[in-house]
């Protein structure tokens, strides 16, 4: 299995960005991905996840109302829409995946790891 991030990129204050997850490869039985961000010189946050089996979502208090997680069953691909970014967003952006598993926004918990992506926000 693996995890391929993209849509990162540079963008102001406000705007918006799309990442998504590419899963290559198959899963099988029920799984949570979930989507983490290192800003420059901090340690990687848990910020949003996803359950496969009912679709059941999480958000860190510092993207809950700005961030929206969806997914695309047909397309194994997890998005992040991320709406009224910060300058405090700017970092590397991951995805992971946690096989049989529910939802949970700690790094620990999680198996596979993409290259991640990064998202720049600055005016």
């Known amino acids: 299995l693996q995890l391929v991030e993209s849509g990162g990129g540079l963008v102001q204050p406000g705007e918006s960005l799309r990442l998504s997850c590419a899963a290559s490869?198959?899963?099988?039985?029920?799984?949570?991905i979930g989507w983490f961000h290192q800003a420059p010189g901090k340690e990687r946050e848990g910020i949003s996840c996803?359950?496969?089996?009912?679709?059941?979502?999480s958000y860190a208090d510092s993207v809950k109302a700005r961030f929206t997680i969806s997914r695309d069953h047909a397309k194994n691909t997890v998005y992040l829409q991320m709406d009224s970014l910060k300058p405090q967003d700017t970092g590397v952006y991951y995805c992971?995946?946690?096989?049989?598993?529910?939802?949970?926004?700690?790094?620990?918990?999680?198996?596979?790891w993409g290259q991640g992506t990064q998202v720049a926000v600055s005016s």
């Open positions: 992971a995946l946690r096989p049989f598993g529910k939802c949970a926004l700690s790094q620990f918990a999680f198996g596979s």
């Open positions: 490869g198959w899963i099988s039985g029920y799984y949570a």
């Open positions: 996803i359950s496969s089996s009912d679709g059941s979502s």
